[in-house]
C-alpha cells in the first residue's frame, strides 16, 4: 500500500525567483498537508550527502554546487498516496517534458534548475525527511 507522506524541496532557484509562496499554494490546494516545513541553506557538504546516491554520476559536482547555492524550503507532506501523487503534481524532470499545470512546467527554468524536488518512493520520502527533520519537528 503507498505511503502517506512525501519530501520535496523548494530549489534554490525557485526560491530565488520569489515562486515559494506560488508553489507552495498549490501544494495545498492539491491535497497536501505540510507536516514540516523548514527554510534554510544547505552547504555544499551537506548537499553532498543529500545526493551521495548519485556520487558517481557526471552532473553530481553541478548539483552539489547548485542546491548550495541559495536557500530551500524542505517539507514533509501528508495525502493519501503522497510520492505517486506529489510526483504528478510536480511533473517530469525536464520542465520539457512536464505537462502543462504541473509545478515543474510552471516554474522551472531548466533540466538543472527544475524548482522542485519530489522523493521517488515512500522508502526515499522517509530517508530523505529524516535528513532535514527529527522527529519533534513534524506534526
Given at each position: 500500500?503507498?505511503?502517506k507522506?512525501t519530501?520535496?524541496?523548494?530549489?534554490?532557484?525557485?526560491?530565488g525567483?520569489?515562486?515559494?509562496?506560488?508553489?507552495?499554494?498549490?501544494?495545498e490546494e492539491?491535497?497536501?498537508?505540510?507536516?514540516?516545513a523548514?527554510l534554510?541553506k544547505?552547504?555544499?557538504e551537506?548537499?553532498?550527502?543529500?545526493?551521495?546516491?548519485?556520487?558517481?554520476?557526471?552532473?553530481?559536482?553541478?548539483?552539489?554546487?547548485?542546491?548550495?547555492?541559495?536557500?530551500?524550503?524542505?517539507?514533509?507532506?501528508?495525502?493519501?498516496?503522497?510520492?505517486?501523487?506529489?510526483?504528478?503534481?510536480?511533473?517530469?524532470?525536464?520542465?520539457?517534458e512536464?505537462?502543462?499545470?504541473t509545478?515543474?512546467?510552471?516554474f522551472?527554468?531548466?533540466?538543472?534548475?527544475?524548482?522542485?524536488?519530489g522523493?521517488?518512493?515512500?522508502?526515499?520520502a522517509?530517508?530523505?525527511a529524516?535528513f532535514?527533520?527529527?522527529?519533534?519537528e513534524?506534526?
Amino acid at each position: 500500500m503507498a505511503g502517506k507522506k512525501t519530501f520535496t524541496m523548494i530549489k534554490p532557484d525557485a526560491f530565488g525567483a520569489g515562486n515559494a509562496g506560488a508553489i507552495i499554494k498549490i501544494i495545498e490546494e492539491a491535497g497536501f498537508r505540510i507536516e514540516a516545513a523548514k527554510l534554510t541553506k544547505l552547504s555544499a557538504e551537506r548537499a553532498g550527502q543529500f545526493y551521495e546516491v548519485h556520487k558517481e554520476r557526471p552532473f553530481y559536482k553541478d548539483l552539489v554546487a547548485y542546491m548550495s547555492s541559495g536557500p530551500i524550503i524542505a517539507m514533509v507532506l501528508e495525502k493519501e498516496n503522497a510520492v505517486e501523487d506529489f510526483r504528478k503534481l510536480i511533473g517530469a524532470t525536464n520542465p520539457a517534458e512536464a505537462e502543462e499545470g504541473t509545478i515543474r512546467k510552471q516554474f522551472a527554468t531548466s533540466i538543472e534548475a527544475n524548482a522542485i524536488h519530489g522523493s521517488d518512493s515512500d522508502e526515499n520520502a522517509a530517508i530523505e525527511a529524516g535528513f532535514f527533520f527529527s522527529a519533534t519537528e513534524r506534526f
